[in-house]
């Protein structure tokens, strides 16, 4: 039977053109899906467009674009993608040192590494980003964009804000007599309309039914009584004019910004990958079905360097807006391409009224949105686990809070790396065996030959138990002190080894070295076919030969015992001879 490789890319609505692949009851699901997580999907793309530092507008055009983009390209059947939140302080960060032309230049190469990283299949190995990393630095981007949202929420007046965390809280204390006690009201209200709406109704979302309430409340309250609120046209009056599909638009690139924005691509990259991944792997547990993790790495690569062009920011696939789909009845990746095409109709027909969205109720989405990606539940649980991932845990949270999200990424993924390694090497250990008769020789089989596998005087046993790699090193040198005994034959047993690196590879020929010096020979046992296939492709093999490495410990011990015998009989005879010249001298 010929083999066929399954295809790296092949995304899921490819599936709609199977043969009795789509009907008109799907459609139907899809569509209602569609419009409806549309409408989830609009005021978070304002808010999220705000927030970033960019315009409302773009927020708007990024989750049409990668919305529609995502659904073609994706390897999932249910993931609605966009802007999210934890792109918020990576992209403000950009955009306040960059401009749009360094944010289109880092957001395409983040599309380029998603590309790499799905080509060479690192989907599954995204998985293996250690859970207090993640929510490290998910919760830290929660507390930061609850902290830039303060501002608006309470409107207090401050001209320049500061980036940091530290000094924008010195800043809002400062300024907190300045607060606008309409605005705190008003923002305060939307907030409980968010968190009490779902009592009414789950088909629409709070957010969408504060902003209507919010913006007609405040345009009476304007009207009657002169009482001005800040509003989307107030910070971005060009809005005024209406809006137009902005054209595909090539940055001015130079090798030194491409340098520079280097770090903060990896991070929209990794961010992407797990936000996307974590999503597809949430809609399949709830709906049984599978997402291709390599497939949508590139699909959400080929998003990453289309959208920016059109003016918009990194999207990812977000959590919320695919349950929202799949809890509405979407079925494939059509409910996805039905959003962007809601959105895009907003975009043409009501962008011109979000000039009146009050700026205060937007920094209340934001702050729910804040609250529901803090996982404080999560993050109370991991402070009671293992020292070292709470460590892992509370380090990458400051340093995504004080620092940068970019170093703490970096960071963090490094520390885990460095305590992965040392619980590794904990659970590997050397030791010395000092039975008269080895465990494991079957002497049950040989019951009229047990003192064949009896161990001399002149044998040393050691036995490797654990991955024999860098992380071992450091005990390597207890295989390097001999006991009391003239020892001539050292017997290293390597059965549960199940396999040895370069650094392995280099102290063992470095012991077999110094043993050679001492004239004592080296013998491996239980060596597995994976540890024997290193072995023989570094050459060690064959420069320790191949007579002295063995598969079972009996044969070794055999082999041992009869090197023993000989030179035994060997330093006898050498013994009588220098008797026998003594004498006669």
């Known amino acids: 039977m010929n083999y066929i490789p399954r295809p790296i890319f092949r995304p899921k609505i490819f599936e709609l053109f199977r043969k009795d692949g789509y009907n008109k009851k799907l459609f139907t699901s899809d569509l209602i899906a569609g419009i409806i997580v549309g409408i989830v999907a609009l005021p978070l793309a304002i808010a999220f467009g705000i927030a970033s530092g960019v315009t409302p507008q773009q927020g708007l055009i990024t989750a049409i674009v990668a919305g529609l983009l995502t659904s073609l390209f994706g390897g999932s059947h249910f993931l609605i993608g966009g802007p999210t939140g934890a792109f918020i302080v990576v992209v403000y960060g950009i955009v306040t040192k960059f401009g749009m032309s360094g944010l289109i230049i880092a957001t395409c190469l983040a599309g380029i590494i998603l590309v790499v990283m799905g080509v060479f299949k690192f989907g599954s190995i995204i998985k293996f980003i250690p859970y207090p990393i993640v929510v490290g630095f998910t919760s830290g981007i929660a507390l930061v964009i609850f902290s830039t949202q303060i501002k608006d929420l309470l409107g207090l007046q401050i001209d320049n804000l500061p ?29 409980l309309i968010i968190i009490f709406w779902p009592k009414v109704t789950k088909k629409v979302p709070g957010s969408l039914i504060a902003i209507i309430l919010g913006t007609v409340g405040t345009l009476i309250i304007s009207n009657l009584y002169g009482i001005e609120f800040a509003t989307i046209g107030s910070r971005f009056p060009e809005l005024a004019q209406g809006v137009t599909m902005p054209k595909p638009e090539a940055p001015h690139i130079t090798f030194a910004m491409v340098k520079e924005l280097s770090q903060p691509a990896i991070t929209i990259a990794i961010l992407c990958a797990i936000e996307s991944l974590l999503a ?32 918009g920011i990194p999207a990812t696939g977000a959590i919320a807006r695919t349950m929202a789909n799949i809890n509405n009845g979407g079925k494939t990746p059509l409910a996805g391409v039905i959003h962007a095409i809601v959105l895009l109709l907003v975009f043409f027909f009501l962008m011109p009224y979000a000039v009146y969205i009050p700026l205060s109720c937007l920094a209340a989405i934001l702050i729910i949105v804040a609250y529901n990606m803090s996982e404080w539940k999560t993050f109370r649980y991991l402070l009671k686990g293992h020292r070292a991932d709470v460590v892992v845990l509370l380090i990458t949270f400051f340093l995504t809070v004080v620092l940068d999200l970019t170093v703490a990424i970096e960071f963090g993924v490094i520390l885990a790396i460095i305590l992965f390694v040392k619980r590794v090497s904990e659970t590997s250990s050397i030791k010395v065996i000092d039975n008269d008769v080895i465990e494991g020789t079957e002497l049950s089989e040989f019951p009229q030959d047990v003192e064949k596998y009896k161990i001399p005087k002149s044998v040393e046993v050691y036995e490797i138990d654990g991955p024999f790699f860098f992380g071992l090193a450091s005990k390597i040198d207890e295989l390097d002190v001999s006991t009391h005994k003239r020892v001539k034959i050292r017997i290293i047993r390597m059965r549960r080894v199940p396999f040895i690196d370069s650094t392995g590879l280099n102290n063992l020929r470095n012991l077999y070295k110094r043993s050679k010096k001492e004239h004592i020979q080296i013998i491996l046992s239980g060596v597995t076919e994976s540890v024997r296939n290193s072995l023989d492709s570094s050459g060690f093999s064959e420069e320790l030969g191949q007579e002295y490495i063995f598969p079972h410990i009996s044969l070794a011990v055999e082999k041992a015992n009869e090197l023993a015998a000989k030179i035994a009989e060997t330093e006898k005879e050498q013994a009588e001879k220098r008797h026998h010249k003594a004498k006669t001298e």
């Open 280 to 311: 597809a792997m949430v809609a399949d547990g709830v709906t049984g079905k599978r997402h291709d993790s390599n497939t949508e790495l590139i699909g959400q690569g080929i998003t990453n360097i289309i959208t920016p062009f059109f003016g």
């Open 163 to 191: 980036a940091e965390f530290i000094p924008k809280w010195a800043s809002y204390f400062q300024h907190l007599s300045t607060i606008n006690y309409y605005e705190t009201a008003l923002g305060l209200s939307c907030l």
